[in-house]
């Protein structure tokens, strides 16, 4: 048994995620002989917040036949987005942008955002949060942020605020919070430039933008200043939350900005006293909306009080109480966004080639 032999087997196992095969997409990053005839194989996933560690793990093992015992490592390289348009790039180093949407408001969307953001970072990406609900920013509150102010070195740019690993910015972070935005469509438009362009934002894996709610300018100036990995809905299951949700999907479609999938949020409520289900805004619904437009179901997120203490004391609930079921479902969202997201960047990889070349280590006759 050699290290070739091993490359050979291991080329064909395929990526649950993308259905192509390891020599494909090049995940396979070293084949290392160990003594006693043991191996160590390490793959490489396309995001540390890969939902399919497990399955690769035993696909690996079961390919690598004659070992007596086989290691599977994993690392991760994010891949980057295909720039789209003909404009500058206002974030150069962020590989990946991820849209945060909701037809209507009161959907839970900026909660959304902020665990998706939090999950993210906990599973080792590097992630910025963009709070573009220019009208009603309330990231600040939710990251435990509110009051602070961001620094500058060089007055032109602004440094992101940290919480919970996540590097934030906000339009509430630069304004009087009792105040009213009377803000038009122009104003809007600037303010949402230097958020993106004036922040430091650095080397970032994801950077998720908390969009205000509706179909509106906030929307199409990043349709068009910014290359868009994707879009995600936020909706509640009843009839009127999804009405909203499907016309933000026709809206993210019209300006060519891919949808990622949908995420049922405030989907059934179990009683913390009696433990019965009851389901307040129905439940299903925004799968059903899914299967019917064709797009991704990304998951159900239940209610529970954690989630809104959490929201109000600046403690995302899967950073606070990730033993909860609903902070395990929106780690598996994240997940799933980010699984998403790779998906479409590795299918920028040509079929038939490799963008990087397999490593052999530890090579043996």
Known sequence: MTSDDILSALKDVRDPSSGRTLGEVAMVRGVEMLPGDAVRVTIELPTPASPHKAALDASVRAAVKGAS???????????????????????????????????????GKSTVSANIAVALAQMGARVGLLDADIYGPSIPLMMGLFGAKPSSADGKTVEPLRAHGVGVISIGFFVDPDQAMIWRGPMLHGALIQLLRDVRWGELDYLVLDLPPGTGDIQLTIAQQVSVSGAVIVTTPQDVALADAI???????????????????????VCPH????????????????AQKLAVPFLGR????????????????????HPELAESQALIRIAQNIADRVAVANLSAVPRGGQAKPLVQLGKKS
């Open 69 to 107: 015992r086989v290691e599977v490592a994993f690392t991760s390289d994010v891949r980057r987005s295909p720039a789209k348009g003909q404009g500058p790039d206002l974030v150069p180093g962020v590989k990946n942008v991820i849209l945060v949407g909701s037809g209507k408001g009161g959907v």
């Open 247 to 269: 016309k933000a999907k026709s809206m993210f479609d019209k300006v060519s900005i891919p949808v990622l999938g949908f995420i049922e949020n405030m989907s059934g409520f």
């Open 274 to 289: 009696c433990q019965k289900e009851t389901d307040i805004f129905s439940k299903g619904g925004a799968e059903q909306a």
């Open 301 to 320: 997120v239940p209610i529970n009080l954690a989630i809104r203490i959490g929201g109000d004391e600046g403690k995302p609930v899967v950073a606070d």
